[in-house]
């Protein structure tokens, strides 16, 4: 009788036993592939957003294989409105490599003559006419220079971009900057005010979104 129940309580046993490693299997897989977990397999993930982006990206007119310098979230109160991913051509990040501090990364990254890109991935429905408004609307651009641009968004984009679609702003030297959506280019202008505004409305001291500076330097408040 003795050796009977010592038998069946291990039998009972195993089933729980079994139950709990496979928990704790699923919960540290679960833990690996959310919360801190920031790289996985060639991407970065905007833990605010959710969304993931390639350390390298192909370009329609920046160039291939850019490089990733950082990812941020453009936020408007308590809103997360987009994922913005900055990348940077090998000048740019050889430009990076030789800076000792005397600037910021960021400020290195504007003055630099590679191309560069801004990713964007939608958050929220946008409007064109408000993403048109925002990119043209950059301080000493002629006016005629904003209204073409921003009719060039406005007519490309059609509509509104919805949650999950993606927007590209990439600058090549010395002063064209070229606009895409949906991966389909809308077009380009060659503006010097236009060029170093929108890089600044980027890396600059009042950018659309700090936590972008603030992943380019590495954690560091200074930007």
């Known amino acids: 009788l003795k050796q009977y129940c010592e038998t069946t309580a291990e039998k009972k046993s195993f ?52 490089e990733l310098l950082g990812l941020g979230t453009r ?27 005397e600037k910021t990364k960021c ?43 921003g009719e060039m968004i406005l007519t490309g984009i059609g509509g509104k971009l919805e949650r999950g679609e993606s927007m590209t702003i990439e600058w090549k030297p010395p002063h064209l900057v070229a606009i895409s959506a949906r991966g389909k280019l809308l077009g380009d202008v060659k503006d010097k005010n236009m ?3 929108l890089l600044k409305a980027y890396l600059g001291p009042k950018a659309v ?6 992943d380019i330097q590495g954690g560091s408040a200074k930007a």
């Open 209 to 214: 979104s700090p936590a972008l500076k603030k």
């Open 75 to 101: 936020r408007k109160a308590i809103i997360n409105v987009y994922s913005v991913a900055f990348y940077g051509s090998k000048p740019v990040v050889k430009a990076l490599a030789k800076n000792k501090d």
């Open 15 to 66: 089933p729980t036993s079994v139950a709990l490693i496979v928990a704790a299997a699923v919960a540290a897989f679960i833990f690996s592939t959310t919360g801190s977990v920031d790289f996985e397999e060639g991407f970065k993930t905007d833990q605010a957003t959710g969304f993931s982006f390639p350390l390298q990206h192909n370009f329609q007119v920046a160039g291939k294989k850019l």
């Open 195 to 197: 060029y170093d505004g």
């Open 107 to 149: 400020e290195t990254i504007v003055e630099s003559k590679g191309t560069k890109a801004a990713f964007l991935t939608m958050n929220m429905g946008l409007n064109a006419d408000k993403m048109a408004e925002a990119l043209s609307n950059i301080a000493g651009v002629k006016e005629k220079t904003k209204q073409e641009f």
